[in-house]
């Protein structure tokens, strides 16, 4: 069975700093996908990233990046120069391909709060 | 701006209780999912969708039921509320394919109180 484990419960930074959220998976397929989500205090989630199993390139969008490394099956992410908006929970996720549609397995998510 | 929608952000309702939570989607969305959020477990998947009047059971379907006659409404059922039962619930949608590619539209969630 697939599952996502997410270490950090709870980290709190000051702003600017930057802060790495660790996300490690379990599958037995070769394929698969991973996924990060933002939970802002609204409640809403809202998707990240999405990267395949296949491409182990690690991935820069503004003050996010993303490394991905299938030896040690982690999908890790970090914010740059962090700000009071970053403050959010964050899930990493997993999905596996399925004859009756895609579903996620969500890790237990990391509540990251950035102090000015 | 594409939107999930449910109906009810809060509810308390008493042990016992028959308890709709109803989620629409505008995407034309196949699948449909309802998730149960509590702290320190992540998002659990209750129920999901991949057709009209189809549904699959997640990892948590105990206690639950769904429905979905219409394409853009997915509804979750408590036949009889129990406070074990209180938390966030959380609807998404996606469209179809089995890669697992597809990424999930959430809507803001629905929390629910049972006394």
């Known amino acids: 069975a697939q599952k996502v484990t997410q270490a950090q419960t709870e980290i709190s930074v000051v702003e600017k700093e930057d802060v790495t959220l660790d996300c490690v998976y379990e599958t037995r397929d070769t394929t698969y996908y991973l996924f990060w989500y933002k939970q802002p205090p609204s409640g809403e989630l809202v998707f990240l990233i999405r990267?395949?199993?296949?491409?182990?390139q690690n991935e820069i969008s503004g003050r996010y990046s993303w490394n991905f490394q299938k030896s040690t099956s982690s999908f890790n992410f970090t914010i740059t120069a962090s700000q009071v908006v970053d403050s959010a929970v964050y899930f990493c996720a997993l999905s596996e391909p399925s004859l009756s549609g895609s579903r996620l397995t969500f890790g237990e998510g990391t509540q990251l709060t950035v102090n000015p | 701006d594409v939107k999930v929608t449910q109906s009810s952000r809060y509810l308390v309702k008493r042990t016992g209780e028959k308890v709709f939570l109803e989620c629409v989607q505008d995407m034309d969305h196949e699948n449909m999912f309802w998730y149960r959020q509590d702290p320190g477990l992540g998002l659990r998947l209750i129920y999901f969708s991949y057709d009209v009047k189809m549904k699959e059971k997640g990892d948590i379907p105990e206690g639950y039921s769904v429905s979905r006659e219409k394409k853009e409404r997915f509804s979750l059922i408590l036949e009889s509320a129990s406070t074990n039962q209180t938390s966030m619930y959380l609807c998404?949608?996606?469209?179809?394919?089995?890669?697992?590619?597809?990424?999930?539209?959430f809507g803001a969630g629905s929390r629910l109180t049972v006394l």
């Open positions: 998404a949608s996606s469209s179809s394919g089995a890669s697992g590619a597809n990424v999930l539209t």
């Open positions: 990267r395949n199993s296949f491409d182990e």
